[in-house]
């Protein structure tokens, strides 16, 4: 057991399945010579030469489409897009193309391709540089999304998503790059598909994902002192998407908040409420709440991006109101 | 078509006898394959108007030349991508006209289970990677799989390429311009080959490209462009044999942009009001099929009763594959999510319309 950077463990995984694998392949911009914006592709270019880590021009449609082609003909592209803001630009080869043909063409060709790209916002970039955009890829079947919150899930779930079968987008988020965790040593490969309740309790479900199921964690820990016990439940795939374990959450805690970093309406949290909803009702004691963000492109101006951005303090706060509005005492135990 | 550039034909001097030095039996083969699809097409607008096809439905009525052309010169071994436009392409590709028919109609004996219909035929192992109904779809993925040939295999005479079709309306996307970057870039086994019909659906060339001569278009990223008479199948043949030797042997990506008439609308359903009665009896004097009836008889190739036994015999198939479709029965209920995910996972949703989000009795 290593501790390593989500950076890092996302870097080992493709390290790995590269030499492992030989069909995998690696396509984006600035990958190589550059060795990737946020670095997770260092030093690959050096170790596997330019065939396959191959630095792309800037035409995410042109060459996220040539991985799909080249999945088609057996081998295992990974694709970097620089940040799922710029992944607009090959939505029609995503959408289109990489989630139709293998269910289109009668299972005759699968497309075992993988997606990696950053989404988040928070770092002064601006309304088009700051955006979570991956309930427009978790809403398309066809697709597979994975949305890994620790080290240890970004190398398992990167790994898993190169040995899947089906076009895979893998969510990573600008604000984790450089969060730490232990990983364990040896070959850990994730099952898509499952959530995973990362912290168990028994007085209120918190729902997140990626960075909002970190945040989760971090304040889950703070309601502990104050004799509340917050569940965690970490999505880790946004498609498809663990219903029941969410709804077996809420049968235990009768209560749901979702962190998200998405905005409001339409959104991941809007998904899980509703089959909070009609899956737990019986059990629900209040009415699911939604921490997401606010519902405006994204300010420049640190004054704004701060306020937009929903955070750890929003949610104690909503979480506070959830347990106020059922008369939940501090220190009771269901 | 008024107004519209012509370039420098190939085969410009063989025009007087386009078939001087062709074995008979490979010219009686083509003839074979044009009215194999001529039929095809026009049994397909009959069963569309008789509702036994949905959809949309794209025919290659006046691209029959083209078609067989473009065809002969790819080795079974190649790889294709083509638009909607797809039918002849298939049937010259070796799928059966019964299983082609049957996807139109959308039954389980249908290429692709009937999952795909008209604009999306399919055949993993001819190498028909697809009909595409995204205008500009298939040439990333067509890209992609000759980059797949290049980490896979040696350039060299007995290498594979990839072909890939679009309309002359496809030239205008952003898809095409990167697509033939990469190709450029790259070193791709790859031939772009655009179908000039003239017409986006109603939209012409002229109107709608800033370099009206398709072939050209290369230029911006040194890939040489070639025009061919499409109504030529020799020529057509020729030029694309030519692309495609350049593609296996050193890597080089080509342009081919072959000239030929559509005969009908957009689609069976578009009456093509557009176009006046002279400009559709103009067209139906550029048909390709007549055409080279008449070339082959006057050449002695074949005979008027034999040209009528070749005919029939398509007739023949044609009819024998729209009543294998119609016997298909249409794929069961339960699968529906057949091909849902090529590996399994968890949750992979399985609901119908209307079901609870978890079954009843979840949390027994
Ligand atoms: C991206 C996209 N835009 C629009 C359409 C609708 N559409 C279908 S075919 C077509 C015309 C294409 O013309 P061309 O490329 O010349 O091919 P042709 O139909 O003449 O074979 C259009 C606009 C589409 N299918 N895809
Ligand atoms: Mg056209």
């Known amino acids: 057991m290593a501790e390593i950077t989500y950076r890092q463990a996302l870097h080992d995984a493709l390290r790995e399945e590269m030499t492992l694998d030989p069909s995998v ?265 939604r921490v997401a963000a606010a519902e405006i492109p994204l300010p420049y101006a640190k004054s704004l991006e701060r306020i937009a951005l929903p955070d750890a303090d929003v949610l104690v706060r909503v979480i506070n109101e959830v347990l106020d509005a059922t008369r939940f005492t501090r220190g009771e135990s269901r | 078509m008024p107004g519209r550039a012509r370039g420098s034909v190939k085969r410009a001097a063989a025009a007087a006898n386009p078939t001087a030095g062709e074995p008979p039996e490979v010219l009686i083969d083509y003839y074979r394959r044009m009215a194999l699809i001529r039929e095809f097409e026009t049994r397909a607008g009959e069963m569309y108007t008789k509702a036994k096809i949905g959809g949309y439905c794209h025919l290659n009525l006046g691209e029959e030349a083209t078609v067989v052309g473009l065809m002969a010169a790819l080795r079974p071994t190649d790889y294709l991508f083509t638009n909607y436009r797809d039918h002849g392409y298939a049937l010259c590709r070796g799928m059966e006209p019964g299983p082609v028919m049957a996807e139109l109609f959308g039954r389980v004996d249908g290429v692709s289970g009937g999952r795909g219909g008209s604009m999306h035929l399919f055949d993993v192992k001819r190498r028909m990677l697809g009909g595409y109904g995204i205008v500009g779809g298939q040439l990333p993925p067509a890209t992609g799989a000759a ?137 139906r004097s550029r048909d390709p099929l007549p055409a080279f009836r008449e070339q082959l008889i006057g050449a002695g190739v074949l005979d008027a009763e034999a040209a009528h036994a070749i005919d029939s015999a398509v007739e023949r198939t044609v009819a024998d594959a729209v009543a294998f479709a119609d016997a298909s029965p249409e794929p069961a209920p339960d699968e529906l999510f057949s091909y849902a995910y090529a590996t399994e996972v968890p949750n992979t949703p399985r609901a119908m319309p209307g079901d609870p989000v978890l079954p009843v009795g979840w949390d027994d």
């Open chain 1, 25 to 289: 392949i690696l396509l984006g911009e600035e990958i190589g010579i550059f060795e990737g914006s946020y670095k997770i592709t260092a030093g690959l270019l050096a170790e596997f030469g330019p065939e396959r880590v191959r630095d792309t021009p800037i035409a995410e449609e042109g060459f996220v489409g040539a991985a799909v082609g080249a999945a088609m003909l057996g081998m295992r592209p990974v694709v970097e897009i620089m940040t799922i803001n710029f992944s607009l630009l090959a939505i029609d080869q995503i959408v289109n193309h990489a989630a139709k043909i293998y269910g289109m063409f009668g299972g005759q060709t699968a497309v075992p391709m993988v997606i990696r790209t950053p989404g988040g916002g928070g770092q002064q970039l601006a309304a088009t540089h700051s955006q979570n955009l991956e309930v427009w890829y978790a809403h398309v079947p066809g697709l597979k999304v994975v949305a890994p919150a620790t080290p240890r899930d970004a190398k398992a779930m990167l790994t898993a998503a190169i040995r899947d079968d089906d076009p895979v987008i893998v969510l990573e988020n600008l604000a984790l790059y450089n969060t730490k965790g232990e990983v364990p040593d040896g070959e850990q490969v994730a099952t898509i598909g499952r959530a995973q309740v990362i912290k168990p309790g028994t007085d209120i479900t918190v729902v997140g994902y990626s960075r909002s199921a970190v945040i989760a964690l971090d304040v889950a820990a703070r309601f502990e002192s104050e004799g509340v016990s917050v569940e965690v439940v970490d999505l880790a795939s946004l498609r498809p998407l663990d219903r029941e374990t969410i709804c077996r959450s809420v049968s235990k805690t009768g209560r749901a908040v979702v962190l998200e970093d998405d905005w409001l309406t339409y959104g991941i949290g809007a998904e899980v409420a509703a089959s909070i909803a009609e899956g737990a009702f019986d059990y629900l004691d209040a009415p699911v709440r």
């Open chain 2, 147 to 283: 980059l797949a040939l290049t980490l896979q295999g040696e350039a060299g005479p007995d290498a594979d390429a990839v072909m890939c079709q679009m309309g002359d309306g496809t030239t205008n996307i952003g898809a095409f311009h990167e697509s033939l970057n990469l190709a450029a870039i790259w070193h791709l086994p790859i031939v772009y080959v655009v179908i000039n019909n003239g017409l986006g659906m109603a939209t012409t060339v002229e109107h709608a490209a800033g370099e009206p001569e398709l072939y050209k278009r290369g230029c911006s990223y040194r890939i040489p462009g070639e025009r061919a008479d499409g109504n030529d199948v020799i020529a057509v043949r020729e030029a694309a044999t030519a692309m495609l030797q350049r593609a296996r042997t050193e890597r080089k990506p080509g342009l081919l942009e072959t000239m030929s008439v559509r005969l009908r609308g957009h689609s069976v359903v578009d009456p093509a009001r557009y176009r006046s009665r002279e400009e559709t009896a103009e067209l």
